[in-house]
């Protein structure tokens, strides 16, 4: 069994709880065949607040942050324990490298979060707690806050960023089953860059990736990418070789124009 260092998923709509798709079970296939991690710390664009906040509850509850759903997705529940001793330890890590840091004990999982651990460890038996993201991140310090959280991955902690390869609401709904071609192109210039080795390139993505500002009008759910990256790229800096060691998760593409793509790095 390979030990996972960091991931990336896209969670798609909250839909994606009843709908797995070809997502889901490639998620599950994956929990099923890495080592399992000791805890989990998960980041996603729907808790973001001023500072960093940290959820040490014991118990985290399953948050149905949406609206205009089925009703049923109400009654889905991920119920993981919390781990508040990791998050005193990921609060001082993160103190030690300037960033303004406090524990949240209100906070549980929001859909952004328990959708796609549902998928990967069914079960729910490893603990989780959620990272929030600060509101003034960019993509240089989304890399940064990456960096900084990867020492946890050297004790069996598993780094998850949550968010969506390309995730342009504003054209839900317009499009038929057919992925739109921009979005393929984007998704191929991600790709490359894990290929390449050049996986720091990906902060330059607004600049270089195309059709960026179509793919993310805002950029709030690609920066769980960079965070994703940026710890695995912390884990793996004594590496001999620029080789990023990952597997793709080819999800497919929803409603057209909603990559399902998610990247697991080794």
């Known amino acids: 069994m390979k030990t996972l260092k960091t991931l990336f ?8 709880a009843l709908e797995p798709g070809i997502a889901g079970p490639q998620l599950t296939s994956l929990g099923a065949s890495i080592v399992p991690p000791k805890a989990i710390v998960i980041i996603s664009p729907h808790w973001m607040t001023p500072n960093i906040k940290v959820s040490s509850v014991v118990q985290p509850k399953t948050i149905h942050d949406f609206g205009g759903f089925p ?22 890590l993160l103190r030690k490298h300037s960033w303004s840091a406090d524990l949240d004990t209100s906070w549980g999982l929001d859909h952004g979060a328990w959708v796609p651990l549902r998928y990967l460890f069914p079960d ?10 600060p509101l003034d991140l960019d993509s240089v310090s989304a890399w940064k806050l990456g960096e900084d959280l990867g020492a946890l991955s050297d004790q069996g902690v598993l780094i998850i960023g949550s968010g969506s390869l390309t995730h342009n609401l504003y054209e839900f709904g317009l499009y038929g089953p057919d992925p739109e071609p921009y979005v ?6 991600i790709r490359a860059q894990l290929k390449s080795g050049s996986v720091k390139d990906l902060v330059q993505w607004q600049q270089h990736a195309p059709f960026a500002d179509r793919a993310h009008p805002t950029d709030e759910h690609f920066f769980p990418l960079l965070i994703a990256a940026g710890a695995w790229a912390y884990a793996n800096k004594n590496a001999a070789d620029n080789t990023v ?3 793709i998760l080819d999800g497919g593409i929803r409603y ?6 998610s ?4």
């Open 9 to 16: 998923v896209s969670h798609g709509a909250p839909t994606y």
């Open 71 to 92: 009703d049923e997705l109400r009654s889905i529940q991920y119920p993981a324990i919390g781990d508040p001793n990791l998050a005193v330890q990921v609060v001082e």
């Open 124 to 133: 729910a038996d490893i603990p989780v707690l959620q990272v929030s993201m």
């Open 184 to 189: 393929l192109q984007f998704v191929d210039w």
């Open 245 to 247: 060691n990952h597997d």
């Open 256 to 261: 057209g124009m909603l990559s399902m793509e």
């Open 263 to 266: 990247y697991a790095f080794y």
